[in-house]
């Protein structure tokens, strides 16, 4: 027989034509394929080799058809530029291979238009569940858009409450940093973070400043700078603090904005910490080689792909629809003992 010809036969390949090589019904061999454990193991066996021999292919929309889920899972995120965000697509893209989802990533810019469309490309595939970092803002008809989809958010909250959500405690990380800053002789500690239209940029916000509270020191809004989560934000707003403020150390709200303020610093030549002491936000491969490293608040990419991925296989999550996964300051160089000028 031609490869032609076999390839042609391979397409036709049905559980009945397995049913009669073998003599057998088609729903017997229906439910050894299925895993259905009311099949004699011998004959499950017989079945799943010839299945194999054949080339036999489950069909999918056979079985949605029929009413079954697909196994076909969004991931909705801002880029892939970021590493972070790379990293956790990389991550959840080998876990969801081993229990045989297949995941479909979409990227939005952070824009909610593009994240609706990427939603309704997922509904039309009759994709099970979305795992998405929301967009800032919400379109009309959002909520509707969801219907009939599993939707968990990664990172920042749902103002609804309504939804399945993994969020990250930065708090302590955070508020530790600024301590970390102030025992090392930092004075004049700024901070660049994601707007109040984010719950994560609310959050941050909220655990800088009680951490100068915590000192029974009041925070300056000269030295706040927040806005979009975008690398320009964080390239503006440290030019114009080192620019306009007699800034002695900075922490990052934001894994792009903390990418952009790296960069104009090492770019102008600020050197850490003599000039300017420096708190990243995510642990980006390149902190722990520049300079005497850049001290950093870790978020577990790993980790909250597990997570992420114990939510997929527990329809009962929605009992307890919100976890928070403990994130970490690792100290490097650049926020060593200040030194007088």
């Known amino acids: 027989m031609s490869l032609a010809r076999i390839q042609d036969y391979r397409l ?17 061999v229906s439910r050894a394929l299925s895993g259905h454990p009311n099949v004699n193991a011998e004959t499950r066996r017989r079945i799943v080799a010839r299945a194999a021999a054949l080339g036999y292919v489950k069909s999918s929309a056979a079985s949605v058809m029929r009413g079954a889920p697909t196994a ?14 790379a990293r956790f697509a990389n991550a959840l893209a080998v876990l969801c291979a081993d229990l045989g989802f297949d995941l479909v990533i979409n990227l939005t810019n952070d824009s909610a238009a593009r994240q609706a469309d990427a939603i309704r490309r997922l509904r039309a595939l009759q994709a099970r569940t979305a795992i998405m970092v ?5 379109l009309a008809g959002d909520r509707a858009l969801h219907e009939g989809m599993r939707i968990i958010h990664l990172i920042r909250a749902s103002d609804s409450g309504q939804t399945d959500t993994l969020l990250f405690d930065e708090r302590t990380a955070i508020m530790s940093a600024v301590v970390h800053l102030l025992d090392n002789g ?3 500690i700024g901070y660049i973070g994601g ?11 909220s655990a800088f400043t009680a951490a100068l509270a915590s000192r029974g020191l009041r925070p300056d809004g000269e030295l706040i700078r927040t806005g979009d989560p975008l690398f320009e934000t964080g390239s503006r707003c440290i030019a114009e603090l080192i620019a306009e403020t007699k800034i002695e150390a900075v922490v990052c709200g934001g894994f792009e904005i903390s990418r952009g303020a790296l960069e104009a610093c090492l770019n102008t ?6 000039d300017l002491g420096f708190i990243g936000f995510g642990d980006l491969g390149a902190y722990r080689w520049i300079g005497g490293g850049i001290t950093a608040i870790d978020l577990p990419a790993d980790a909250l792909a597990e997570r992420a991925v114990a939510m997929l296989n527990d329809d009962q999550w929605q ?8 994130c970490r300051l690792l100290i490097r160089g650049s926020t060593r003992m200040r030194m007088p000028h």
């Open 72 to 85: 076909i899972v969004g991931l909705l995120l801002p880029n892939i530029v970021n590493e972070f965000y």
């Open 319 to 326: 009992n307890e629809p919100q976890e928070a996964l403990p």
């Open 186 to 188: 930092h004075r004049r």
């Open 195 to 205: 707007s109040d239209n984010l719950s994560s940029g609310r959050e941050r916000l």
């Open 12 to 28: 036709v390949i049905s559980i009945k034509s397995i049913a009669r090589d073998l003599g057998i019904s088609h729903m017997t």
């Open 134 to 138: 929301p967009a800032p803002g919400q």
């Open 269 to 274: 030549g600020v050197k850490f910490p003599d």
